[in-house]
């Protein structure tokens, strides 16, 4: 039986079960470091190679519901560069096709299974809506994504990300086009415009907020856009505000909304300023109205079916070489007639893309004279039914025009009614007629016998209606004739 060594002792041999914990978990910590960066590597290989451009593909499709087609990605440090996406809307989607090129996007960690992207730009963005769609293949009708993760031990596969978290994407260029296959048109065309979208994929709401590029509606100028705040869901367009340029100096602000589902419906309300009614007219009345309108417009219904309504006011409004008012202005020996500056010019109006209707016309020259009245338009043909009213005394010079023609008293004014027809570059007016008539009837009645078959030869005695210009002349001549006979009186 051996000895014990002298000084050896059983507790010596003993381990210190605090080494032992310490150790366990310094071997633990070292493990779990190096799993985590087997992990991460093993995420970061899997986020850089074809699956995860797999599982982007099959998200876009479901969420997008349509046909992806998408280019290698290319990784530089935390930022991915894919060259082209595209995207086919099937029958069920709310576009026809999505375009984006030049995408390039910054990748900002893992959160909660989400690949977090911060920001992406876009180089040039095309958008279409039209009938044409993709047929969905059979059985692509998934609403859910199988993820194929990196090779991972089970309980760390909860880890890998499902889900893409979009941030604010800037586009460079983007544009929207409605088509109308069977008409064969484009109700609606957005190009150039520099945008940033911030989409919630969750409620597939987009807010996109731009500025610049150029809008183009139907029988419309083009307009500039200078600045845009809308957003977009599957179908439906709501702008809750735009600021547009129209013509040379003519300003729009709107709101509204736009259907693309079916055969489409716009209902957009719009604030106009600044347009020079220059640019709105043709012919000959480019040369008799000058100001600038302004006032609210509404646009609703569908493409090649609009209709325009609302309340023009035409500012600093000046009317001239008006026939009528030519005639009076001679008459009344009083120039101001010929070139009227107007205190207030307004109306209501209508516009089907038939006829345009004017309703409650108002045009006031201060101190002489007022119109009120309706008129529609249908091409180049005019007609209108109008009230004219002048001030007491105006017409002091023309024989009968207040006794005979301007009857009616009413808000300080004497009145009498005017039909207006023709064509917009000739409009005849019965007004200026009548007036001469008035005025020989009127002087008639105050010659002397002997001076009555003078006065019949200007007369018309067929009783058919008398062209103005004509009976303007006749009743000129009549006028210079017993000129002479009126002084002794």
Request: aromatic fraction near 6%; proline fraction near 5%; charge should be negative.
């Amino acid at each position: 039986m051996p000895r014990k060594r002298k000084g050896q002792s059983s507790k010596s041999r003993r381990v210190n079960p605090l080494i032992v914990v310490v150790s366990i978990c310094a071997i633990l910590l070292v493990a779990m470091v190096v799993g985590l960066v087997m992990v991460k590597s093993a995420i970061e290989g899997w986020l850089k190679g074809d699956e995860f451009r797999d599982l982007l593909v099959k998200k876009a499709g479901v969420v997008l519901k349509s046909e992806i087609e998408m280019a290698d990605m290319t990784w530089q440090g935390s930022e991915v560069y894919s060259d082209k996406f595209r995207a086919a809307g099937y029958e069920d989607a709310a576009f026809s096709e999505l375009g984006l090129d030049g995408v390039r996007a910054t990748f900002g960690g893992i959160e909660e299974q989400a690949v977090m992207v911060p920001t992406v730009t876009v180089n040039r963005m095309s958008l279409l809506f039209s009938d044409k769609r993709e047929k969905r293949p059979a059985g692509g009708g998934e609403d859910e994504v199988a993820v194929s993760g990196p090779e991972l031990p089970s309980f760390l596969q909860r880890f890998v990300p499902n889900r893409v978290d979009l941030g604010e994407i800037s586009v460079s260029s983007a544009s929207v086009l409605v088509v109308d296959e069977a008409q064969g048109t484009k109700p609606f065309e957005l190009s150039g415009v520099r945008g940033k979208f911030d989409p919630d994929l969750d409620t597939g709401m987009w807010e996109i907020k731009g500025q610049g590029g150029k809008l183009r509606l139907p029988d419309q100028p083009e307009i500039q856009l200078k600045d845009l705040a809308m957003r977009w869901r599957e179908t439906e367009l709501y702008i809750d505000r735009c600021a547009l340029g129209i013509y040379e100096k003519g300003h729009v602000d709107g709101s509204g909304e736009i259907s693309f589902a079916d055969e489409g419906s716009f209902d957009l309300d719009l604030e106009i300023s600044a347009i020079d009614i220059d640019e709105l007219l043709e012919g000959e009345w480019k040369d008799r109205v000058n100001g600038t309108i302004e006032g609210p417009v509404t646009i609703t219904g569908r493409p090649g079916e609009f209709l325009y309504e609302g309340t023009l006011n035409v500012v600093d409004a000046v009317v001239e070489n008006i026939p009528v008012l030519t005639v009076i202005a001679k008459y009344t020996r009083n120039d101001q007639f010929e070139y009227l500056t107007l205190s207030q010019a307004k109306t209501d109006f209508r516009s089907d893309g038939e006829i345009i209707g004017l309703r409650n016309l108002e045009l006031q020259a201060d101190g002489l004279m007022r119109v009120e009245g309706d008129i529609d338009i249908k091409g180049e043909q005019i007609a209108g039914i109008l009230q004219v009213g002048v001030t007491p005394g105006t017409l002091r010079w023309i024989p009968g025009a207040e006794n005979l023609v301007f009857v009616e008293k009413r808000d300080g004014f004497l009145w009498a009614p005017m039909t207006l027809q023709g064509t917009l570059s000739e409009p005849q007016e019965d007004l200026s007629g009548r007036l001469i008539a008035a005025a020989g009837e009127a002087i008639l009645k105050e010659l002397p016998e002997g001076l009555l078959n003078e006065a019949q030869k200007f007369l018309d005695p067929s009783g058919e209606s008398p062209d103005p210009g004509s009976i303007i002349n006749q009743g000129k001549d009549l006028l210079d004739t017993l000129s002479p006979f009126l002084r002794g009186f």
